[in-house]
């Protein structure tokens, strides 16, 4: 059973800084890509970074430069760090693995 499980989120003023962590059984990190999504309130679900098994990452242009994305196999964990946060990043972040599993989401608010 694939249940990515995030942890990590909560509130910081801007310019701050989050890393969240998605958790998921070891064999999945290694030979899933593994992506973020977040949904803002009352917005549709975007798409924000992913980790291919062979750690070939990749970035939407909005947070290109603040976040980086990196997994550890060995724990089957993948991480989002976030930096120089902005209230436009406040959303519901959500790690999806194998292009099909979906966790429950941790909550991300940003205050200016």
């Known amino acids: 059973q694939v249940q990515p499980v995030e942890s990590g989120g909560g509130s910081v003023q801007a310019g701050g800084s989050l890393r969240l962590s998605c958790t998921v059984p070891?064999?999945?990190?290694?030979?899933?890509?593994m992506a973020w999504f977040r949904q803002p309130a009352r917005t549709q679900r975007e798409w924000v970074s992913q980790i291919s098994p062979r750690g070939i990452t990749s970035y939407a242009d909005h947070v290109k430069g603040r976040f980086t994305i990196s997994k550890d196999t060995g724990k089957g964990t993948v991480y989002l760090q976030m930096n120089n946060l902005t209230p436009e990043d406040t959303a519901m972040y959500f790690c999806?693995?194998?292009?099909?599993?979906w966790g429950q989401g941790t909550q991300v608010t940003v205050s200016s």
């Open positions: 070891e064999f999945t990190s290694n030979t899933c890509t």
């Open positions: 999806r693995a194998c292009f099909d599993y």
